[in-house]
């Protein structure tokens, strides 16, 4: 250890660059680390903190002794909680209002939402708690007091979590909370208003599958609107937030991996950079596995240092947007629990570099002594096969860096990792604000949608402008046979693939009201084919059979989605209903075929993404893609400097000798950019590569399986991309052109080491 100090304190400069590089790359991992765990944990994290009950039923009010004498029966119940939740109502407080707020009359039992601050509703008269996201988006405190119609002004108890949603205003709905008592104590002891809500505990969540299907006798002839479980809610958040959550966690592991990658390329670059050294050591009678076991030391204690540092600086950085994207979803951070990840990147990042050097310590060493002397890696054989056209003084640093193959190998894959890595930045960027403004990513064709019946579909379709209109009706449903499996049926009253196409991935378009096509996501998780059957139960009405013929690519409902027609499901739900989707003709302006509907009395809407518009959430977004694209910038920057602060250092003889012979500062600079150029073009040019071959498609596939994701990246992002390491370039020549000029000429003469 004492040894390997002193060697370390002999190469200060060299240590310093290489712990930047290491806390850049901790920097990465610390960003992306944080970012993808607390987005893939943060819903089940969110769920034990506030006793997410594992059912959650919605039925039209009633009183509470029905219900509870069809629910009591209910088979593996442990516990059952009724609420009324009042729809419409006004909310004020802090010069905010709206009038299609949320009340939830809470009974005695267990809650099914945690209080974050404050305390909970107790017996004290002319209280409320108010929904996390209410409190945040009104700038809410506990003890502030919120004007509640019917109820006039109650006081602030508590900030409440419930994970059966995503937060206001995400969610357009704000909520409060009020006690039972409360209500008898406005309107009279006599009160008896009902129940429309059940939160169900089970005592063996395992068997969740034989309680629903006892539920569904047990509440029949009742009104039942929703049957949600907790597979239910986490899609309908997944649902809310589009596919957003999925790539950002992916794309966080994408990046941790690319900055092991680099860490490792660097490492493998000190240690060949000091292969004379090496030489001299074996000379001297170190043995092979010394001198290997003496890099690997010095590379862990300049790591370990470095890479805490990065990973600490990386999580601060990157935890103050990841909570606010957790708080729009209902979810929570990850607090303390993230020590147990950063340590295990931190133990990643250290074993990285210690392999990093071992492994081309162990290879340099395989080599004769007199090699390592000359350098190791230094290019050799025929002249013929290493002449480089000259280019003057830019040609010169070009070739200073092909004549160090290791190190050019290694630099320009570390380079061409984070150029892909920024490139998947771009691209998911891109993917978001397509599937937020662009329906034909989700494979819809019909640009608007108006409210009406199927006999409205005509008088729209005879409209200037508009190609076809039918109703689309859709059906949240369970399959039959695996209760906990919901999804959508999408139905329209007779093709639906000139309003919605998803790409076919087997079998063939449904002809028949008896045949459906399924997503693949579905497809998957229940094992269907096409010719297979497939059995539902849409919420209200008895099950119905249908013969799967066809899976499509949907990334509607997480590809949990069955397109049917609707003849079948409105004679099991005369009521069935739906807007009108209507398809634009070919050139027609959309503003006016607007206004065209509104003067025939029709009130239109544009056709919504898959991901939502609210710009506050749009914003946190943003604010996450930039914390990790400017981690990976980082590492380019370190990655670049470091490389050519090594080339100065082979080449100081020969740099100090351009100087003596009055060469200026400009002609350094020319030479280094000739370096950096030979670094960067070959690293944005494997970058384009690695995106679109390697990284994309592995993105796209974690990221969504059951759908086609276009993760790919045009002209513009290449040259943003490029011009992004260029401009990174012409900092670190500026930078190691400063600090050679400074050298005293006859100290750079004297010695090259």
């Known amino acids: 250890m004492r040894r390997a100090l ?56 009633q009183r509470l002794s029905v219900l509870r004498e069809r629910l009591d029966r209910l088979p593996n119940v442990e516990a059952i909680s009724y609420r009324l939740e009042v729809n419409r109502v006004r909310l004020a407080a802090n010069g905010q209002s709206k009038r299609n707020g949320a009340v939830h009359v809470v009974r005695p039992g267990r809650r099914g939402y945690g209080v974050v601050a404050g305390r909970d509703l107790g017996s004290r008269a002319g209280e409320a708690l108010v929904e996390r996201g209410v409190a945040e988006e009104w700038k809410l405190q506990v003890g502030d007091r919120i004007d509640v119609g019917g109820l006039g002004s109650l006081r602030i108890a508590g900030i409440a979590l419930s994970v059966d949603n995503v937060a206001f205003p995400l969610a357009t709905v704000p909520r409060i909370y009020v006690s039972e008592a409360e209500i008898s104590r406005r309107f009279g002891a006599d009160a008896n208003p009902g129940v429309n809500l059940a939160l169900v505990w089970l005592a063996d969540p395992s068997r969740l599958d034989i309680t629903l299907a006892a ?7 009742l009104r039942t609107e929703q049957l949600l479980t907790k597979r239910a809610v986490r899609q309908v958040i997944d649902q809310a937030a589009g596919i957003v959550i999925a790539l950002l966690a992916v794309f966080g592991l994408v990046a941790c991996a690319c900055a092991g990658v680099m860490l490792a390329a660097a490492s493998a670059a000190e240690v060949r950079r000091r292969a004379p050294a090496l030489g001299v050591q074996r000379a001297l009678g170190a043995t092979r596995g010394a001198v290997v076991g003496d890099e690997t030391l010095d590379a862990v204690l300049v790591a370990a240092p470095a890479a805490a540092l990065g990973l600490g600086v990386g999580a601060l950085a990157a935890a103050g947007p990841t909570a606010n994207l957790l708080g729009f979803l209902n979810e929570v951070a990850p607090g303390s ?62 070739r200073f860096a092909f004549a160090r193959r290791g190190r050019w190998t ?19 960027a891109d993917l978001l604000v397509s599937l937020r403004d662009d329906p034909g990513t989700l494979g819809r064709r019909y640009a608007l949608t108006v409210p009406g019946e199927q006999r409205d579909a005509r008088t729209i379709a005879r409209i200037p402008g508009v190609a076809a209109a039918a109703q689309r009706s859709t059906v949240e449903a369970a399959d039959s046979f695996s209760l906990t499996e919901p999804l959508r049926v999408i139905a329209y009253p007779g093709d639906h693939v000139p309003f919605e196409a998803p790409p076919l991935a087997e079998g063939r378009r449904l002809a028949a009201d008896g045949e459906v096509e399924v997503g693949l996501g579905l497809a ?70 607007v206004r065209r509907l509104d003067a025939a009395g029709f009130e239109s809407s544009a056709t919504g993404g898959a991901t939502p518009r609210n710009r506050s959430f749009l914003g946190v977004l943003a604010s996450v893609l930039r914390a990790v694209a400017l981690a990976i910038g980082l590492v380019c920057l370190a990655a670049i400097l470091q490389t050519l602060a090594l080339t100065t250092r082979d080449r100081r003889r020969a740099l100090a000798v351009m100087r003596a012979t009055g060469a200026p500062p400009g002609a350094l600079a020319a030479v280094l950019t000739g370096t ?60 190691v052109t400063r600090a050679a000029t400074r050298e005293p000429v006859a100290a750079g003469i004297e010695r090259d080491d």
């Open 676 to 735: 950096a150029a030979a670094l960067i073009v070959p690293a944005v040019v494997l970058a384009v590569l690695l995106q679109r071959f390697v990284l994309g498609p592995i993105v796209a596939e974690l990221a969504a399986s059951y759908a086609t994701l276009p993760l790919g990246v045009g002209a513009t992002g290449i040259l943003l991309v490029g011009g992004g390491l260029a401009a990174i370039g012409a900092v670190a020549v500026l930078v």
């Open 337 to 398: 629990a993230l020590l147990w990840p950063l340590a295990g990147a931190f133990a990643g990042l250290v074993t990285v570099a210690a392999a990093g050097a071992a492994w081309p310590a162990w290879r340099l060493n395989r080599k004769a002594v007199s090699e390592l002397l000359r350098g190791g890696d230094l290019a050799t054989g025929p002249a013929k096969r290493r002449r480089v056209p000259s280019g003057g003084l830019f040609g010169l640093g070009a």
């Open 6 to 61: 002193r060697r370390l304190r002999g190469r200060r400069r060299r240590v310093l660059t290489a712990a930047a590089l290491t806390a850049a790359a901790g920097l990465a991992v610390g960003v992306a680390g944080t970012v993808g765990f607390s987005l893939a944990t943060g819903y089940d994290r969110a769920a034990q903190r506030t006793d997410q009950p594992d059912v959650l039923g919605r039925f039209a009010p």
């Open 410 to 428: 290694s630099t320009i894959s570390a380079l061409a990792v984070a150029g892909a890595a920024m490139l998947l930045v771009l691209a998911v």
């Open 524 to 593: 998957d998780t229940l094992g269907l084919r096409p010719g297979s059957e497939l059995a539902i139960q849409p919420a209200g009405s008895g099950e119905l059979r249908f013969r799967v013929v066809g899976i499509v690519r949907a990334l509607e409902n997480d590809g949990r989605v069955v397109y049917a027609r609707t003849a079948r499901l409105r004679d099991a739900d005369p009521s069935l209903g739906g807007p009108i989707a209507i398809r634009l003709a070919s050139g027609a302006d959309r503003a006016d075929v």
């Open 215 to 221: 539920a569904r006798p047990a509440v029949f002839g």
